[in-house]
Every structure is written in C-alpha cells, then in structure tokens.
C-alpha cells in the first residue's frame, strides 16, 4: 500500500516541459468534512484589496464599463474599467460607478424645460425623460415626462414646461436596493430619480428593481472606507499615462491595472516605481505575465498584485501571431509559487470558460480570476444587442484587434509607434447572458461545490493543500477530456442553473 499513488504533486507535473491550459489537467478528488455553504471564497485582488468573491472583470472596452463595475462590486467582485478612452471621459466612468449605491444604471435622457421633444426616438427607448434646470445630467431635477403622458398630446410642439409632472421626488444615491425599493413602495411610484446632492444621476424604475431584487439576494458588497463602491482602472505605460492616472485617482480608484501584453519591459518598471513614489497608497497591479522571472521583475520594482496570461482569451491571437505566451494552467502556477512567496496575490487573466475552469485557476495559486468573455454579452456589458441567425448579441472584441485599436488600445502592445499595425485579436459576437447578478451567484455556487470535492474550505485551504502535495493532478487525454464532458447525445440542451 505503502508503494501505490494517485496522480502527481503540483510540482512535479508542472515540470515537465509542457505548456498545459486548465482543460488539460484534472484534480483528483480528496476528503469532505464540511458542507458545500461552508466554503469561503473571500480573497485579495492585491495587498490591500480585500473582495468577498474572486471575480474581476476584464478592463476590456466591450466588458468594463460603469454599469459592470457597478454590478461586480454589488457582488463583492471588482471591475476593472478599460482605458480605451479620454482619461477625463475615463474618470467619468469611475465616478458614475462610485456615485451609486444600487446596480441600477439606465443611462437616462435629460432635457430642460425650455424644450421640445420632438419624436418618440428622443425618448431613447427609456420610459421617461428627465428635466433638469441645465438640460442635462448632474444637474438640479425640476421635473419629468412620461412617454405614455407624451403620447397623449394633442400638440406635440408645446414646450416641456407646459405638460411636465412637476415633481422633484427622489432619493439619496446612498441608498441600497432594500430602502430604494421600500421608497418606491411607500410612495407608491412606479420610478423616481436618483440624486447627489442636488444633482441627478440616474432614475431607478419599479420594474428595474424588483428584477434585481428577483436574483439571488446581493451581500454587503465591495466597498471602501468612504462607504462607496470600489472601482479599479486600467492605464497604459506611456508618459502620458501619468496624467491619466491624476484623473483617475482624483475620481477616486482604488486600485490601477497596468494594462500591459508583455508587462516585463523597462516602460512598466519605470511606471511602477513613479506610481508608488507618486501615490503610495494606490495599489498597483502589473503585468501581464507569464513567467517566473517576469514576475519576479515586477515584485522588485514594488506591484501589489499580478495579472497572469498571455495569449489564452478566446478573443486573443497573441500566441499565433508573435509565437508567445504560455498554457495558463502551466503560468498561473509558476507565476503564483513565487508571487506567494513575496505575499504578492496573483490574478489569473484568460481562459476562463466555466465554473472549472475558476476552480481550477484559483486551486493552482491565483487569489482572484479575471473574465472577459465570460461576462461579455451579458446586460451590463458596453453596447447594444442585435440578432444574428436567430440569436440576440452583442460584439466582443480583443483590445489587440485592429478595430480596437484605432481607438487607442495599440499602446497595451507597445505598437502605437509602428507605422504598420499588426493585429493580435479579433472581433466577434457571444450569445446574450442575461445580467451578471443573475449569473455570477451560480457561477460562484459550482466554485464551492468544486472547493467541497478537492477537500478545500478556503482558497487559502486549496493553496496549502496544493503546495503540500496533498492535491493530487493528472494530464487528461483528448479522449479523456471528451469523456468529461457532454457526449454520446443526438441531441441535448444545457442549462447551468
């Protein structure tokens, strides 16, 4: 008995010479003596982050915007909003996000009074429009106009001033989802407005709420000090990114992303070091990277945390163009047995499809996974739907596409200054989602239930259990792995939850 054993430890399979990704390994089972509910999967995303759930969205331009960070924080995630943009319309972002309370952001039409609507398309397909004393938003509500009330006009050339509900109702942008809802009933309203101060930032319906309130009931959330959401964003390498991250941290981040392909180069060590010197607060999260001596570059010049992947989104051809990169399995451990040895959290980037997938990124060392096609599609995501062959979508990019890169994100490639363009990602479409606050508490709920079969009641329990060579691995076969999973159906349908 003494001589008989089940798979590998960690670092004997993950020193072998192969590049694995999460599907080409498998955890064997170990021993549960706890329930599935006792699984705690509170975390870091670096030094000085804590979140009570290890999700992170991708700062990606089609994933990452106010709405996202909103909801992922709601969640007791982050997001992390991308840097496609202005930095002063980029800190417009994180300030919307960190304005408000509930995840609620409907992007509403704001009109002055003196004015006239002229078409139901002025109404943006929103139920109403807002006035305010400036005719736009941060501004002092004086009233509203319902598109049913609008509709009934006998003459639609009449100023708004002349039919508005003069009514200046609202609540405070610090109120949660329980006394928002509590409000509309008590004032038997089917909406009202959202305020700051004296200015208004959004308007909550009725039906938006109770549907939030009919997803799986949201925690305490992430929040900061200040009692408002924590938002993170990203920023590029380049000098002028040093005044993008004066915006930002006036706007009031919490932690930036150095949002780099190939974070191991004197441009980002440079960056590193000002941005600790400048702001020794902020924590700093560098990368990308995939391997131990990149990491080890980025610890020394001072990161809080490390983002790990290359070349493994599905939207990313990094690998196929550049012959770069490495199996995210394979760099998540490599990368996380030295960062947890300098108490710097890893974040893996990449190549999270499912919910094993996360069991198995945060199992191999990382503390946090980050999701880009995972979330993107989904209500809060950036964009519009469509239909295509019957299905409702939304376009997700790679921020190495060429489409994405007019818009500036060349730079996270070191190629803004190359007269000729060289893609490394494409664009395409994923099926809608539905919202993240739906979805994610599922997600989560597998992740526990595969915490529960590895033996692990933490991912501090998971990471001791793996270093101590107690979790055992196995390289799957493709024969393997097409038995693990759906097979030998004429047909089938699959639903997660």
């Avoid at 990124?361 to 989904?378: N, Q």
Wanted: hydrophobic share 35%.
């Amino acid at each position: 008995m003494a001589d008989l054993e089940d798979g590998f430890a960690a670092n004997k399979l993950f020193s072998q010479g192969y590049s694995y990704t999460y599907d080409d390994v498998i955890f064997l089972p170990h021993y549960i003596d706890f329930p599935t509910d006792s699984v705690q999967l509170g975390t870091r995303l670096s030094r000085n982050i804590p979140l009570n759930i290890p999700c992170v969205s991708s700062p990606m331009d089609t994933v990452t915007e106010s709405h996202m960070a909103i909801a992922m924080a709601a969640l007791g995630g982050i997001g992390i909003i991308h840097s496609n943009l202005n930095s002063v319309d980029q800190a417009s972002l994180v300030m919307a996000a960190k304005a408000r309370r509930v995840p609620i952001l409907s992007n509403p039409v704001f009109r002055s009074a003196s004015d006239r609507i002229n078409s139901e398309d002025d109404f943006d397909s929103k139920p109403y429009i807002l006035v305010t004393e400036s005719g736009a938003g941060r501004s002092k509500l004086v009233g509203y106009v319902s598109k049913s009330d609008w509709e009934k006009l006998p003459d639609k050339e009449v100023k708004i001033y002349d039919y508005m509900s003069n009514s200046s109702d609202s609540v405070s942008s610090d109120f949660d989802l329980d006394r928002l809802a509590s409000c509309l009933d008590e004032k038997r309203r089917d909406a009202v407005a959202i305020v700051n101060g004296d200015e208004v930032i959004d308007f909550a319906t009725k039906e938006e709420v109770d549907r939030i309130k009919g997803y799986p009931k949201l925690g305490s959330g992430t929040l900061g000090s200040d009692g408002k959401w924590m938002v993170g964003a990203a920023i590029g390498t380049r000098e002028q990114d040093k005044e993008r991250l004066e915006h930002l941290v006036k706007a009031g981040i919490n932690v930036v992303v150095i949002d780099s392909s190939q974070g191991n180069s004197i441009y980002q060590i440079d960056l590193i070091k000002h941005i600790k010197l400048r702001y020794p607060g902020l924590d700093v999260i560098g990368g990308n990277v995939v391997t131990i001596s990149q990491a080890q570059n980025l610890i020394q010049a001072g990161v809080d945390g490390l983002r790990i992947g290359m070349g493994s989104g599905s939207i990313c051809t990094t690998q196929e163009v550049c012959a770069v990169g490495r199996g995210q399995a394979t760099a998540v451990y490599k990368v996380a047995s030295l960062a947890s040895q300098c108490g710097v959290p890893v974040l893996a980037d990449g190549g999270i499809s499912n919910s094993g997938h996360i069991v198995k990124a945060l199992t191999l060392g990382a503390s946090t996974v980050m999701m880009g096609s995972f979330l993107a599609g989904s209500t809060e995501a950036p964009g519009t739907y469509e239909y295509q062959n019957g299905y409702r979508v939304k376009k997700y990019r790679g921020m190495g596409s060429l489409e994405a890169m007019t818009k500036g994100s060349d730079a996270r490639y070191l190629g803004d200054k190359a007269k000729l363009k060289i893609a490394q990602g494409v664009v395409g479409k994923v099926a809608d989602k539905g919202s993240v606050l739906k979805f994610v508490p599922y997600t989560m709920q597998a992740v526990k239930q595969g915490f529960q079969d590895l033996g692990a009641s933490s991912l501090q329990s998971a990471h001791d259990l793996l270093r101590s060579n107690t979790l055992r691995l196995e390289v799957r076969t493709g024969a393997a792995q097409v038995e693990g999973g759906i097979h030998g159906l004429v047909s089938y349908e699959k639903k997660s939850f």
